[in-house]
């Protein structure tokens, strides 16, 4: 059949009539130069700080300093592909990553793109990663423990719910060690957890996952990983990027954990693109906002007040020093926005001490708020009484002739280290932790050889598991010892000594 040219007419007139054209207002500019992950761009008037840029063949950038004239951006990408005069735009869009439970058990990048090749992320939501902290009127009171498994933690530095407690120390000396044991013994809790890796070897952090697939607790966090071999921008985004994470869980009335491991490599990278953008250096050639970079950061760990749904955030920042020192700016700067610290020793890990924690200059300003009611019982004096021992054993090693009270010390701080160390990996249940510490504050091991201290304690739990379970499950679901579970578990522990370890050591005897 054939169409008239009336009918090719009216369809036409149709189309122009019913055609709504939409404006499109794009600020437009082009790059002047480009080097370093780092380009410096013309015309771009509009554009927001924090902003997400888009060059061309899809790499995208973010501004970062809104001058009189040019904008400098970030490029969160292969910087290699822009040419200068290439043209670039802006998107209306500050920088944001994806958010929800789909992101649990996986590795992503400081963008939140899976970088574990089990496939795409179909999160719901995304938010973005650089936000204003909660108000003190939003927030509440810190008095619900996070445990780590850790007894020279959960005892002497209690960690809370909302809280931000920095580990600091010499690299190598077990500062990820405890940020993972701290992971693994949320399993089977209500603490989702995100670890955060910043300039790490790639093959340390496959080791991290590794570890927490093995132990079963990948599924309840997310990795954002951030490796040396990436771009310094990307380095400087990831820790917002995990707290965003963080933030979702908490906003929803849960309970959420985010480490940053570590924050001198985020510092490091952020003086990377600081000095690249030329800002003005100040000391050690950070720029001046580098304290605000820190604090803007952690103080977005909080716990929210109940009309907000009570949910948590928990911040566990790591620090690397030199030689021990804790003087320099950045840890001093993190120590001063942190609610407390704690400090690992590399003469205590050289000596076997380990967890190497210093129990002298470690401390946790939340304190007791963050113990349940058994263990504060308990631990009460233990970080004091170990600070004393160790100023003793000190002195102890130029005296020829002590007085029986100095070697009481000696003999019972010996005694109580050796039950304070812990093997990697090897969370212990707090009612555990409990009883392990209520038999070295109380004098129940002064009489058990220091060679023998460990397997007194691995005895005398596996004792406790068969014939006191009803005690153990007191103080988990109650988290009180009392009066009458203290004479209860002392009775315990003197029988055992008395029927399983001495038995045992007489009958090797």
């Known amino acids: ?210 570890t927490l697939q093995e132990a079963g607790a990948l599924e309840h966090t997310i990795v954002v990983s951030a490796s040396a071999s990436e771009p310094a921008a990307l380095q400087f985004m990831a820790p917002f990027a995990a707290c965003t994470m963080g933030e979702y869980f908490r906003d929803n009335g849960q309970d959420a954990l985010v480490i940053y491991d570590d924050l001198t490599k985020h510092a490091w990278a952020y003086r990377q693109v600081s000095l690249v953008l030329r800002r003005p250096p100040g000391r050690e050639a950070y720029p001046g906002d580098v304290f605000y970079l820190h604090s803007r950061l952690l103080e977005r760990a909080a716990r929210m007040s109940d009309d907000l749904g009570g949910g948590s955030l928990t911040a566990l920042p790591l620090i690397e020093t030199q030689e021990g020192d804790v003087t320099t700016y950045i840890p001093t700067n993190v120590i001063s926005i942190t609610d407390g610290q704690i400090y690992l020793e590399a003469d205590l890990f050289n000596a076997g001490v380990r967890p190497a924690i210093n129990p002298g200059i470690s401390v946790s300003r939340v304190g007791g708020d963050a113990q349940i009611r058994a263990m504060k019982s308990v631990a009460g004096g233990l970080r004091l009484d170990l600070s004393q021992y160790r100023d003793v054993a000190a002195f102890a090693q130029f005296a020829s002739d002590l007085d029986r009270a100095t070697r009481n010390q000696l003999e019972r701080g010996q005694r109580v280290t050796e039950l304070l160390k812990q093997r990697q990996f090897t969370p212990m249940p707090v009612e555990e932790q409990v009883c392990v510490i209520f038999a070295g504050t109380q004098g129940l091991a002064d009489d058990v050889p220091v060679a023998d201290v460990d397997r007194f304690e691995q005895e005398m739990l596996a004792y406790l598991r068969d014939l006191h379970a009803g005690l153990l499950e007191r103080v988990r679901s109650s988290g009180d010892l009392g009066d009458d579970g203290e004479a209860d578990l002392r009775r315990a522990i003197e029988d055992f000594k008395a029927n399983v370890f001495g038995a045992g050591a007489a009958a090797a005897g």
């Open 1 to 210: 059949m054939a169409i008239s040219p009336d009918d090719i007419a009216t369809a036409l007139r149709q189309q122009i009539e019913g055609f709504q054209a939409q404006a499109e207002q794009a600020n437009v500019g082009h790059v002047l130069e480009v080097s370093d992950g780092v380009a410096r761009l013309s015309g771009l008037s509009h554009a927001m700080a924090g902003e997400l840029l888009a060059f061309p063949n899809d790499v995208t950038g973010m501004a970062l300093n809104l001058e009189e004239d040019t904008v400098g951006a970030v490029i969160l990408g292969d910087y290699l592909q822009i040419q200068e005069g290439d043209e670039v735009r802006t998107t209306a869009r500050v920088a944001e990553v994806p958010v929800g439970p789909e992101l649990l058990g996986r590795v992503v990048n400081a963008i939140g793109e899976p970088v574990d090749g089990k496939g795409p992320i179909d999160a719901a939501r995304s938010d973005v990663i650089e936000k204003v902290a909660p108000g003190v009127a939003l927030r509440q009171n810190v008095d619900t423990p996070v445990q780590t498994g850790l007894k020279a933690i959960d005892s002497m530095t209690p960690i809370g719910r909302g809280q931000r407690e920095l580990i600091i120390g010499d690299r190598q000396i077990g500062k990820t060690a405890i940020a993972l044991d701290t992971i693994i013994n949320q399993r089977g809790g209500d603490l989702i957890c995100i670890y955060c890796a910043v300039g790490q070897k790639e093959s340390a952090v496959a080791q991290v996952v590794a």
